[in-house]
């Protein structure tokens, strides 16, 4: 086809012909600035990108569901796992390997949410369509940060006491603000900024509210390797966020990241078995020990915990990278960060923790920084949605002008 197939025609003295030569040129320089690389929103050509479109558009019908979905995974996850811990942990389980294992073992779950749509012809797209050898590197490449990550956080419990690693695990919010705004130029607002104070400060009332948990033993060697293991932890996590938000956007639909997640998670799990097979002191054999002769309740009770332990981290990352990929990395550290204060209740009603004055200002702070980011999310997705609603007119309007000539 020739160039001036493609090109519109001479726009004449009348005002109907210059109207459509002026949408003509309106729908052909949207087209072309869909088209470009650059952009992170891409014109749907075919069914993959159609449904990777209808995912990620606050306007349509798939989105709303998908996204209280996975908060309700993130929710149920945060709570239960952080619970099912402390169990483990009140019941004298200490295990650093078996804390980093169980944080990607579920990866078979992911099953799930890869198949379920296709089996139920929900899509046309078969499962790992369109995974190439680039997302695939990528994904073990993060895997293997994730995989350290969990063992940074398991070696920071296992070594510091609870109010210093919430202390410290609070700044990975600030992490994250700063390197959302770096890696993927997430724009700072006033609602955002508000949100990540006040989460901020609600997470150091949690850790002075807890000062007096210090584990009996704890030497100046031990805090340190805990201290900076927390640190670490928090930093990648915080980096981990911001890096999937900027791959998010080249993958064709939610089907994908959960594929995605499949094989990080894989690549993390296979590190910690690496970890605990050459760790002769502290790895399977540590493991059988403690559920044997260590752990309060038996071994059935033992397995039980870590069964459910693995199923409830399952649920948590599964629901982070959800968010991510509908929202934003901010978002869903600002909801992770928030679940801090429902894990306080969970712990008041469960365990008979004590609910004092700290504990009190600090979940008020926690739902008023949450309720603040919620209403800016608000905001932006309405006049967001506004602009997809007038850009569909534009669009329809150019199809009936071009139909009628």
Excluded at 50 to 59: E, F, G, T, V
Excluded at 327 to 337: A, F, I, K, Q, R
Aim: some cysteine.
């Amino acid at each position: 086809m020739e160039a001036s197939e493609l090109s519109p025609p001479p726009p004449s003295n009348s005002p109907k012909t210059l109207y459509q030569h002026h949408l003509f040129n309106l729908n052909n320089n949207s087209f072309q600035a869909a088209q470009d690389s650059s952009s992170p929103i891409s014109l749907p050509m075919n069914n993959n990108s159609q449904l990777h479109a209808d995912h990620k558009s606050k306007a349509s019908k798939p989105f709303l569901p998908l996204l209280l979905v996975n908060y309700f995974c993130l929710f149920v996850g945060s709570v239960s796992s952080t619970l099912l811990s402390k169990f483990y942990f009140n019941r004298k389980g200490s295990s650093r390997w078996l804390s980093t294992w169980v944080q990607s073992a579920g990866f078979p779950l992911l099953i799930i949410p890869i198949y379920l749509p296709y089996l139920l012809k929900c899509t046309e797209r078969r499962p790992f369509t369109h995974f190439t050898q680039k997302i695939l590197i990528l994904s073990i490449l993060i895997g293997l940060m994730l995989g350290l990550n969990n063992l940074l956080f398991s070696w920071g419990n296992s070594y510091l006491p609870v109010s210093t690693s919430s202390l410290l695990l609070s700044s990975q919010l600030i992490f994250n603000l700063i390197l959302s705004v770096i890696i993927v130029k997430q724009k700072i607002t006033f609602s955002n900024l508000n949100c990540v104070i006040l989460l901020t400060l609600s997470s150091i009332l949690l850790a002075l509210a807890s000062n007096h948990d210090k584990p009996p033993g704890l030497t100046r060697g031990k805090y340190f390797i805990g201290f900076f293991s927390t640190i670490g932890a928090g930093l990648l996590f915080a980096l981990y966020l911001p890096v999937m938000e900027m791959i998010y956007k080249k993958v064709y639909c939610y089907q994908m990241v959960m594929e995605m997640q499949l094989v990080m998670e894989v690549a993390a799990t296979a590190l910690a078995c690496v970890g605990m097979a050459l760790d002769r002191h502290g790895g399977i054999s540590e493991i059988r020990n403690e559920s044997r002769r260590v752990f309060d309740g038996g071994p059935t009770v033992y397995w039980v915990t870590v069964f459910f332990n693995v199923v409830t981290w399952q649920l948590c990352f599964m629901g982070t990278a959800g968010m991510v990929f509908l929202t934003s990395s901010l978002t869903g550290g600002v909801c992770m960060t928030a679940l801090m204060g429902m894990n306080v209740l969970g712990g008041v009603l469960v365990y008979g923790d004590v609910f004092g004055g700290e504990k009190a200002v600090s979940t008020v702070l926690c739902a008023w920084g949450f309720s603040s980011y919620v209403y800016g999310l608000y905001v932006k997705m309405k006049e967001e949605k506004a602009k997809e609603k007038s850009n569909q007119g534009i669009m329809e309007m150019v199809h009936v002008v071009n139909d009628s000539v």
